[in-house]
């Protein structure tokens, strides 16, 4: 399976993942996303620099990130094949946030292989 593949598939089973996008938060790129309905480009270009924000902090590197929002969770988590890109998934604010965590861990070690 190709990585858009794959984010197609998890936006399909699983319906509170409103939008998976996988982003080079070097190059500022989003290079794949996958989403139940139209989202904007500006919107996926901010999901790259959330990421990058919250992954590469000047405080230091994280590997995963949850900003919880009345109407949304994103979720990040860091590619461990390649530290520069990210996946970051879009939920609705009722996720349970040990799921989503689950899916975009198990989604980077797919991308890995």
């Given at each position: 399976?190709?990585?858009?593949?794959?984010?197609?598939?998890?936006?399909?089973?699983?319906?509170?993942?409103?939008?998976?996008?996988?982003?080079?938060?070097?190059?500022?790129?989003?290079?794949?996303?996958?989403?139940?309905?139209?989202?904007?480009?500006?919107?996926?270009?901010?999901?790259?620099?959330?990421?990058?924000?919250?992954?590469?902090?000047?405080?230091?590197?994280?590997?995963?990130?949850?900003?919880?929002?009345?109407?949304?969770?994103?979720?990040?988590?860091?590619?461990?094949?390649?530290?520069?890109?990210?996946?970051?998934?879009?939920?609705?604010p009722a996720v349970p946030v040990a799921e989503?965590?689950?899916?975009?861990?198990?989604?980077?070690?797919?991308?890995?292989?």
């Amino acid at each position: 399976m190709t990585v858009v593949e794959r984010l197609e598939a998890l936006t399909k089973a699983q319906a509170d993942v409103d939008t998976a996008t996988y982003v080079d938060m070097r190059s500022g790129t989003v290079l794949c996303s996958s989403s139940g309905g139209e989202q904007p480009q500006e919107q996926l270009d901010a999901l790259c620099e959330t990421a990058k924000a919250c992954l590469d902090s000047p405080v230091g590197q994280s590997n995963e990130a949850i900003i919880m929002k009345s109407t949304e969770v994103i979720y990040c988590v860091r590619s461990t094949a390649n530290p520069v890109e990210a996946l970051c998934l879009v939920c609705a604010p009722a996720v349970p946030v040990a799921e989503a965590a689950a899916w975009a861990r198990n989604l980077v070690t797919d991308l890995r292989e």
